[in-house]
């Protein structure tokens, strides 16, 4: 079973490797197989121990030869490999019967999460198992799988059904998942349209990954990457939904950075841990407002250039004290109050902003905002399926995003909100999350993945580390206890923003 870890594992410092044990066949042309897998697993940092199924004979033109290995000389390079203690596995092309039934037995005995790229058919559209090979691999493979990666065919093939609609996708995922797949991905590069889109069906959510078709040749292996790159982000300890996106990611990287092979077709080119090239998340939890664009900007185009210290309170009596004292950004998040106590507390507060010519977001009560006229509005991920963003963008307040992974970070960025808060940077007492902090290490990725979205930094920030957080440079450090909690609010304040400024400077 995949183990839901939520972790930040790319920014931890690693003194070793983690490992996935890829079961496949071997590429004579080194476009596909074992040898992207290898390729891709080692693009994430991952070691990639291999157990070769068959030897082809291949190239980008032709599949002229599948010599399988026996199930035995299979199982003893597997038993091998197993001395590394592999996080997980993936599977790949299955050359005979004798090689599913072992596997059948033996993967459930490792108790290890399984990825399985099910190649039931070459890039030129040859078929390459039997009707009895695939009878054998739905009935007693499938159940031992916690993630199958089939593309459009395959999944056809698989389950028996059409898949020319969403709807039939939804039908097909049904009928793998009957057989025992926990999870299926469809993967859509096959489907017509200016868009690859994967549809993706896990324990926790349904959704799609939408990124623009590339005007590249060089797509050999293209199935095993995807499933390669799947297997390593989960071997480095993301949590399946994030593990997706991320191999989305660096699909659309590698596909952008493919080149040919003296002068033939060639592969995609793994560039890495993913840093850009974020897919449109759709998952039916959000409706972006039709045809609106970006929601308005906190930052530049008339506003200042960044957010500064954002102090998060929960009176507006709070805003007395601090605005004053040059706070330019709060956050109004209250949590015991209901009806027009409430309204009226939202309202002063909004009052008090717009008499200091600062930005006031209102957590939650997104209704209520726009009534006071707020300048904007901050929500959580869980907020999303109720608050009406068409509303809340017609009335011309800003948003904001909590978001603590790259699936929550694609899910906000179909938005286009005014910004993100990534976190949590450093360890909170204020409520537990189940979220890994991220660190300096992790805020520096996400600016470096979210170039054009101003960031706030939120989570364990005081005097002992704002400087370090604000040469970052983060649009915003949000504070809570560090004031609210001081034994002299406002002296700590005042230290607090000199301290942003110093480093500020210091980086200029």
């Excluded at 690693?14 to 079961?23: E, F, G, N």
């Excluded at 994030?242 to 003296?262: R, S, T």
Aim: with cysteine.
């Amino acid at each position: 079973m995949i183990a839901p870890p939520l972790t930040h594992s790319f920014i931890l410092a690693r003194r070793q490797k983690p490992v996935v044990l890829t079961i496949s066949a071997s590429d004579s042309s080194g476009l596909a197989g074992s040898q992207m897998d290898a390729r891709c697993l080692q693009g994430l940092g991952v070691h990639a121990a291999q157990a070769m199924t068959a030897v082809t004979a291949q190239n980008s033109g032709e599949f002229s030869a599948l010599n399988a290995i026996s199930a035995s000389q299979l199982e003893s390079q597997i038993d091998a490999a197993l001395a590394l203690k592999p996080q997980l596995i993936k599977v790949g092309m299955l050359a005979s019967g004798e090689q599913v039934a072992m596997l059948a037995k033996k993967l459930p005995a490792l108790k290890l999460p399984v990825v399985y790229n099910p190649v039931l058919q070459t890039s030129s559209g040859r078929v390459v198992v039997d009707e009895c090979l695939l009878a054998q691999i739905k009935k007693t493979l499938l159940p031992g799988c916690d993630l199958i990666t089939p593309n459009l065919p395959e999944a056809e093939l698989l389950s028996g059904l059409s898949a020319d609609t969403g709807q039939a996708k939804n039908s097909v995922a049904d009928a793998l998942q009957s057989m025992g797949a926990k999870a299926v991905v469809i993967c859509g590069g096959h489907s017509a349209g200016p868009f690859a889109e994967d549809f993706c069906y896990t324990p926790a959510a349904n959704f799609s990954l939408r990124s623009p078709k590339l005007a590249t040749s060089h797509l050999r292996g293209t199935g095993c990457a995807f499933a390669s790159f799947i297997a390593g982000a989960l071997a480095l300890g993301y949590e399946l939904r994030d593990a997706l996106v991320i191999a989305k990611m660096a699909m659309q990287e590698g596909l952008a950075a493919g080149l040919p092979i003296n002068g033939e077709q060639g592969h995609l080119q793994p560039l890495g841990f993913p840093t850009k090239a974020w897919p449109q998340l759709i998952d039916g939890v959000i409706n972006p407002p039709a045809n609106s664009g970006p929601f308005a900007a906190c930052v530049g185009g008339g506003e200042a250039a960044s957010l500064g210290l954002y102090p998060i309170v929960d009176r507006a009596s709070w805003l007395e004290r601090l605005l004053p004292l040059g706070v330019t950004t709060v956050q109004l998040r209250i949590k015991d109050l209901t009806g027009q106590s409430l309204a009226d507390e939202i309202h002063r507060a909004v009052a008090l902003s717009q008499r200091y010519g600062a930005r006031l977001f209102i957590n939650d009560y997104w209704q209520l905002a726009i009534a006071a006229g707020a300048y904007g509005v901050h929500l959580g991920q869980e907020d999303l399926h109720s608050a009406d963003l068409a509303a809340i963008q017609r009335a011309d307040l800003r948003l904001g995003l909590s978001s603590h992974s790259h699936f929550e970070v694609a899910r906000a960025l179909t938005l286009q909100p005014s910004y993100l808060a990534c976190g949590p940077t450093f360890a909170t007492t204020t409520k537990k999350m189940p979220w890994q902090v991220h660190g300096l290490a992790g805020l520096a990725y996400w600016l470096q993945a979210l170039p054009s979205t101003p960031l706030v930094a939120i989570a364990g920030i005081d005097e002992h580390n704002i400087a370090e957080v604000a040469a970052t440079g983060v649009s915003a450090i949000a504070v809570i206890t560090a004031i609210t909690r001081a034994a002299d609010p406002e002296q700590k304040t005042q230290r607090l923003l000199e301290l942003i400024n110093q480093a500020r400077r210091a980086d200029a």
